[in-house]
């Protein structure tokens, strides 16, 4: 009967399990094992304490029955009373050192915890009981996932899978690797196998419901929670936000809200839940509502800030009722930094100056690392007299331990001693700063000689179909300080754009790798070769066919050597500003691609590198320049000249433009100060049509 019930079990039919076990029980009930069978279908039917009870019962009959205590564990853990769980699996090993589960779940629960490396000992321990079982793969892959490793966690986990296809403990892992690869689509099959063929448990549904959001789909996602939802007075406060949101990601607010609202009243400090309700009653344009549920929720509980933050969110417009949430707020929580944070801010935004300084100053000394408070009080002083502003920071600086806490710092200082007039303090700050923080990031990629310098010889003639004027690939490319990031932000909303380079998900192709100049230029890596490598990629990352635009994390005219022969159908757009300016900008701001400014006169004689080659590749290839300058953070500008270079209209992304860059011509007020750099930069800015000086 035993195997009766364990096959009642895997098709998912709890019911007619429980009914064998009981008439197991009646047959034997002086047997552990039929307690202990009792107790394992009582815990697939979420009847915990029965199922404790029943086990209790086995063991009290066999102390020494090591399943029993085996069981013990399960339900222990399962209960979350880990130090219970761990102790009867300890047990179960002790009296039977073939108990190969209990190896397993043990280091499943070193996994919850995050202990990666005592998960793989045990693992280790089990695969020396059943060499090769799933459960091992299962095991393994989730500590790569956890280490980061994802695609070494999909290839453990998919061995699994090919294994045990159907097994509960393979099929939740895979789904989890899958999620965080992004592969959403095979998630959701690994789910659906868990739900429709093993019961449906709670986790699985909310995983399954997760993963159906993260695809678009949303209302699906309600229909997969929806059995969990009938009884609205038991579901648990973490699954009525997760409906909440759904509903909210399916384009009905107001089906959300009470969802919402209901898991608030139960967690009214989750930041999830009382964002989404904000953004629903946002959609609805209930102002209204929203100040009454938050006032309710706040009678009820005052000592939260997130509640209270919500509230004077609610206030942008009206001075008078801010002040009056802002000193509500302060009265209820009178020790809270957050609180005298938002006076500060209410006062500041109201134009009371002197106000938001004292307060500004308050919290600096109760809170002396409160960025937000130091930040106030050099925004007042820096209108009132930069230079104590500058003292204001140099101060701080002073007393600054933290290596990170003083590079923020110097970078603020320079900017403030820059506004103050004070550029030879500033550039000799930016340059310092730029050299500590050169080991840490990239180095600046080669330069390639003249062709006629290199082994690869002259140029190879382009490929005939280029004078059809067809564009299927357009490579993005703009210096270190041309504020490329924010053309890059206009173009992210067509399609085709890709980003990726700049990640740590960047396809390894001849693009990509800085020792593809120099195999280049010598004449050791083929062109074709790296052209078919980098359309295979390309496919990879899901662009259709070649059409995409890359934005490119450097650019060297050996690239030439690919472009010109083997993709007739590209395009260059290089983002331009005055390379004077760009250089200021590259040392003050960074740049996205992290490329380091070891000295001002090396970044700046590469910088001219780069841009005389710039100019030999626009009468090689098609190549489109674009000069921003002035229209570095206006979007309607920035449209207008990509609809004008490009032939098509370019609509705003609706992301935020980065507006961290300095205005044109800004380079003349350190044209003494870096007089140096400039002169190697001035023939290459005349020549890009820029005035001397």
């Not at 019930?5 to 039929?34: F, K, V």
């Not at 395009?571 to 380091?596: E, I, N």
Request: hydrophobic share 50%; net charge negative.
């Amino acid at each position: 009967m035993q195997e009766q019930i364990l096959a009642a079990l895997r098709r998912g039919d709890a019911d007619e399990a429980l009914a064998l076990a009981r008439t197991l029980l009646e047959a034997e009930p002086g047997a552990s094992r039929s307690h202990r069978l009792l107790a394992m279908v009582l815990q697939v039917r979420g009847e915990r304490d029965a199922a404790l009870a029943a086990v209790e019962t086995a063991l009290g009959i066999d102390p020494e029955d090591a399943d029993a205590h085996f069981q013990r564990g399960v339900i222990l853990g399962g209960a979350r009373d880990m130090a219970t769980a761990q102790a009867a699996l300890n047990e179960a090993i002790r009296l039977d050192p073939n108990q190969f589960s209990a190896y397993i779940l043990q280091a499943q629960f070193a996994l919850g915890r995050g202990d990666l490396d005592e998960a793989t000992r045990l693992a280790t321990l089990a695969n020396r009981l059943q060499p090769g079982h799933p459960w091992l793969g299962a095991v393994q892959g989730m500590a790569a996932l956890g280490r980061g490793q994802a695609d070494e966690a999909l290839a453990l986990l998919s061995q699994a899978a090919g294994q045990a296809p159907d097994d509960p403990q393979v099929l939740l892992p895979l789904a989890l690797a899958y999620n965080a690869k992004g592969h959403h689509a095979f998630a959701e099959q690994a789910l659906r196998k868990l739900v429709d063929g093993h019961g449906g448990a709670l986790p699985w549904r909310l995983l399954l419901a997760e993963t159906l959001a993260r695809q678009g789909r949303a209302a699906e996602g309600l229909e997969a929670l929806a059995p969990v939802l009938v009884d609205v007075e038991t579901v648990a406060p973490p699954v009525l936000r997760l409906a909440g949101e759904l509903e909210l990601a399916a384009g009905r607010p107001g089906e959300a809200l009470p969802w919402l609202r209901r898991a608030l009243a139960t967690m009214p400090h989750d930041a999830r839940a009382l964002a989404a309700a904000m953004a629903a009653w946002q959609r609805l344009g209930d102002r209204d509502e929203a100040r009454a549920a938050l006032e309710e929720l706040l009678a009820a509980t005052p000592q939260s800030s997130a509640l209270w933050r919500a509230r004077l969110a609610l206030e942008p417009d009206d001075a008078a009722r801010a002040r009056e949430v802002a000193a509500r707020w302060g009265e209820a929580m009178p020790e809270a930094p957050e609180a005298l944070e938002a006076r500060m801010g209410v006062a500041l935004q109201a134009g009371d100056e002197d106000a938001a300084l004292a307060l500004a100053r308050e919290l600096a000394a109760r809170v002396p690392g409160s960025g937000a408070a130091h930040a106030v009080i050099v925004q007042v002083l820096q209108r009132r007299d930069p230079a104590d502003a500058v003292a204001h920071v140099a101060g701080l600086l002073q007393e600054a331990t933290d290596e990170r806490a003083r590079d923020a710092l110097d970078a603020w200082l320079a900017l403030l001693e820059d506004a103050a007039g004070r550029c030879s303090e500033a550039a000799a700050r930016w340059e310092a700063l730029g050299a500590r923080r050169a080991p840490s990031q990239l180095p600046l990629p080669p330069v390639s000689l003249p062709a006629e310098q290199t082994a690869a010889g002259p140029w190879p003639e382009p490929a005939q179909a280029q004078a059809d004027g067809r564009v299927e690939t357009l490579f993005l490319w703009g210096p270190p300080g041309s504020c490329v990031e924010n053309v890059a932000t206009m173009l992210s909303s067509v399609r085709g754009f890709r980003s990726d380079r700049l990640t740590s998900a960047a396809p390894g192709d001849v693009f990509q790798r800085f020792d593809s100049i120099p195999a280049l230029s010598g004449g050791e890596l083929d062109p074709a070769q790296a052209a078919q490598d980098w359309r295979a990629t390309l496919q990879a990352r899901g662009a259709e066919g070649a059409h995409a635009i890359e934005w490119l994390v450097w650019w060297d005219n050996a690239l030439l050597r690919v472009l010109r022969p083997q993709v007739p159908a590209g395009a260059l757009l290089f983002v331009l500003r005055d390379p004077r300016d760009m250089l200021l900008q590259w040392v003050a701001f960074g740049s996205p691609m992290q490329f380091a400014v070891p000295s001002l006169m090396e970044a700046a004689w590469w910088l001219e590198r780069r841009l005389a080659q710039v100019i030999e590749a626009s009468s090689l290839y098609r190549v489109a320049l674009l000069r921003i300058d002035g229209s570095e953070s206006d979007e309607a500008a920035l449209a207008g000249l990509l609809s004008q270079v490009l032939g098509m209209p370019v609509a705003a992304s609706g992301r935020p433009l980065s507006r961290m860059h300095f205005a044109p011509g800004h380079w003349r007020r350190y044209a003494e100060v870096l007089a140096e750099p400039f002169a190697l930069l001035t023939p290459v800015a005349r020549a890009l049509g820029y005035p001397e000086d």
